[in-house]
């Protein structure tokens, strides 16, 4: 499996923006998928975004038109850029990366509040 540490959460106030990275111990240009999970405090983790293989990208209903989702395979890095943050995008967030096996990071806490 691959190491993954996420970076660049923190609290922001609604409206703001933030831009979380994922970094792999090793090459990550086989994997056929990577992205982001979140999960809220009494809730099950849900599915933020994804990226393949193929470049193509899926979201969650929730964040689409306000969230990015992109990979650098050179520097071995899945990116999340979150625009127009919202209180209910609180959350810890982890990423993940396919291949073969699932791979993911511990997590870094996102919080919007004023």
């Known amino acids: 499996q691959v190491q993954l540490v996420e970076s660049g959460g923190g609290l922001v106030q609604p409206g703001g923006s933030l831009r979380l990275s994922c970094a792999g111990s090793r090459s990550i240009f086989s994997s056929s998928a990577m992205g982001w999970y979140r999960q809220a405090p009494g809730k099950q983790r849900e599915l933020v975004a994804a990226?393949?293989?193929?470049?193509?990208?899926a979201f969650a209903d929730s964040v689409k038109g306000r969230f990015a989702i992109s990979r650098d395979n050179a520097k071995n890095t899945v990116y999340l850029q979150m625009n127009g943050l919202k209180p209910e995008d609180t959350a810890v967030y982890f990423c993940y990366v396919d291949q073969g096996v699932r791979s993911w990071g511990r997590g870094t806490q996102v919080t919007v509040s004023s």
């Open positions: 990226v393949f293989r193929d470049a193509s990208t």
